[in-house]
């Protein structure tokens, strides 16, 4: 289990989404600087990570499940 909590990376991509202040969180730097270069891939990218977070699915940098 991550050290690194479900509920932030949620409200991190929801309101930050687009500049990837969820990927920043998990430490996923490379792709989160992507997502910022990109606007979160034109919103897409976005709304993928946040339907991952929200089921679950979403891993840290250490592919680890994010604790609830």
């Given at each position: 289990m991550s050290d690194k909590k479900f509920?932030?990376?949620l409200l991190l991509a929801i309101f930050l989404g687009f500049?990837?202040?969820h990927r920043?969180?998990?430490g996923k730097t490379g792709?989160?600087?992507l997502q910022l270069?990109?606007?979160g891939g034109a919103g897409v990218w976005v709304l993928?990570?946040?339907v991952?977070?929200?089921m679950g699915k979403f891993l840290?940098?250490?592919n680890l499940p994010l604790a609830k």
């Open positions: 509920l932030p990376a500049a990837g202040g920043f969180y998990v792709t989160a600087i270069v990109t606007c993928i990570d946040i991952m977070i929200a840290d940098k250490n």
